[in-house]
Nanobody
Framework: QVQLVESGGGLVHAGESLRLSCEAS????????MAWYRQAPGQEPQLVAR?????ATNYADFVKGRFTISRDNAMVYLQMNSLEPDDTAVYYC???????????WGQGTQVTVSS
């Protein structure tokens, strides 16, 4: 079992920055990838960024150059710069564990960007 707890959301103005944090606990050695997703009202969840234990990362096109994902053992971070109103959403931490194969989600943290 893996537990994920996010923090760092809030209300900012367009152009400002936020750093989201997610702490994993439990069977963290079984985690293969960690990621951030977001869901805006009335929309489907969408992948924002993902990092694997190999160090490989990938980003959604809409955040390239603005957001950076990083991982330090049980912590994964999402540095968000040049925030835009369209970035307003609930951001969820996600982990994929291999033993057994299972996906885990955090409770989400609200990010609101005002224009």
């Amino acid at each position: 079992q893996v537990q994920l707890v996010e923090s760092g959301g809030g209300l900012v103005h367009a152009g400002e920055s936020l750093r989201l944090s997610c702490e994993a606990s439990g069977s963290i050695n079984s985690i293969a990838t960690m990621a951030w997703y977001r869901q805006a009202p009335g929309q489907e969840p969408q992948l924002v960024a993902r990092t694997a234990t190999t160090g490989a990362t990938n980003y959604a096109d809409f955040v390239k150059g603005r957001f950076t994902i990083s991982r330090d053992n049980a912590m994964v971070y999402l540095q968000m710069n040049s925030l835009e109103p369209d970035d307003t959403a609930v951001y969820y931490c996600h982990a994929t564990a291999l033993w057994p194969l299972r996906n885990y989600w955090g409770q989400g943290t609200q990010v609101t960007v005002s224009s």
